[in-house]
């Protein structure tokens, strides 16, 4: 549906760029022309991601990278510009999350979670905003949320705690660096069946409830949040800023609505009963 340069002329760096939605996204934005850098800790996975994107036809290159220590987060900026060129385009995508319950988490493991998605969010925007501030040039942030950083969710407060932050810094800084020329949006997925989140959070036994809770029957497939992203980054879409879109099936909506587990009642019999609670008519 795309026209296969539509990201022609962008740079595109991804963190956690080589596995899950990150990989999905640097696959698909490679196809459509950008030059696209994966960054994370473990370089395997981001030479596979680089070399699926070669052996297509596009270009790539990975640099090893830990988004909680900005020195390392420079450093890999400096690696990939000087084998692409200047970046034009940071998602943030790079997370950590696994379920506990609250009073039993230590300090330490909140912080392992919350430096890689908020701290490390913020390395990364500051990294690229102060480059593109410098050099004049306009930018783009693209953040990986979560539904629920606008409700928390228990069991994963750390990440609830950290993704509301991101969501919030993108927002502030859509209307700080306005002038500047850089542009801060978000995705918010729903359940998206990869290796990093499902081994952590969705063991195969929950499966069955999960996919109850969405409207649309079925769990995201990765090359969906890559199009919306996609079509994001397009000279399509050049005057959204401090917004972020919702990929979920509708289990949000499902999870807040106060009637809407009737969806699960089979049609002909939820409306046999409304009828049954219909008054007569002429009847009090
Ligand atoms: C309680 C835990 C724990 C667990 C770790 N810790 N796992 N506590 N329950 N399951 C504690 C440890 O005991 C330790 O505390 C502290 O956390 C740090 O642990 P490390 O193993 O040293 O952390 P680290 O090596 O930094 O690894 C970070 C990580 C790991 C987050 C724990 O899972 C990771 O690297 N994840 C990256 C990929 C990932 O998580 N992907 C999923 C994203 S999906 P003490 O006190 O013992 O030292 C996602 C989807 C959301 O975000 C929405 C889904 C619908
Ligand atoms: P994933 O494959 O586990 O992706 C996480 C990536 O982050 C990994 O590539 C990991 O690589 C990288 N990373 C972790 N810590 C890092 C650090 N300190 N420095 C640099 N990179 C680091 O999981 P995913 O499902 O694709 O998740 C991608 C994004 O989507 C995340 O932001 C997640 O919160 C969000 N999301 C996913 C779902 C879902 O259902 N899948 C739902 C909502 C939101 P290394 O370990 O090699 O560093």
């Not at 760096?13 to 994370?40: D, N, S």
């Not at 039993?104 to 908020?118: G, P, Q, R, T, Y």
């Not at 990440?159 to 993108?170: E, N, P, Q, T, Y």
């Amino acid at each position: 549906m795309f026209a296969t340069d539509m990201l022609q002329g962008e740079v595109v760096l991804i963190t956690g760029g080589g596995t899950g939605l990150g990989r999905a996204m640097a696959e698909r934005f490679a196809g459509l022309g950008a030059k696209v850098a994966v960054v994370g800790r473990r370089q395997e996975p981001l030479a596979q991601t680089v070399q699926a994107i070669a052996l297509a036809g596009g270009k790539a290159s990975h640099a090893a990278c830990d988004v909680r220590d900005p020195a390392s987060v420079a450093a890999a900026v400096d690696a990939v510009e000087a084998q692409l060129g200047s970046v034009t385009v940071l998602i943030n995508n790079a997370a950590g999350n696994f379920l506990a319950a609250t009073e039993e988490l230590s300090a330490n493991a909140f912080d392992a979670v919350v430096k890689i998605v908020l701290n490390g969010t913020f390395h990364c925007t500051t990294e690229l905003g102060k480059r593109w501030i410098a050099r004049g040039t306009k930018g783009h942030v693209l953040s990986i949320v979560t539904t629920y950083a606008w409700t928390g969710s228990a069991f994963v407060t750390p990440s609830a705690c950290a993704k509301a932050g991101v969501l919030v810094l993108m927002k502030s800084l859509a209307v700080e660096w306005a002038c500047y020329g850089i542009r801060c949006n978000a995705i918010a997925p729903g359940p998206f069946p990869t290796e990093g989140a499902f081994s952590r959070l969705m063991p195969d036994a929950m499966h069955e409830e999960a996919l109850k809770q969405v409207p649309l029957g079925r769990f995201g497939r990765p090359d969906e949040l890559a199009s919306l992203a996609a079509y994001m980054l397009s000279p399509m879409n050049t005057w959204m800023t401090g917004e972020c879109v919702t990929l979920d099936g509708g289990e949000v909506l499902k999870a807040g609505q106060e009637f809407s587990r009737m969806v699960d009642v089979p049609r002909d019999e939820l409306k046999l009963a409304l009828s049954m609670m219909r008054p007569s008519k002429g009847g009090k």
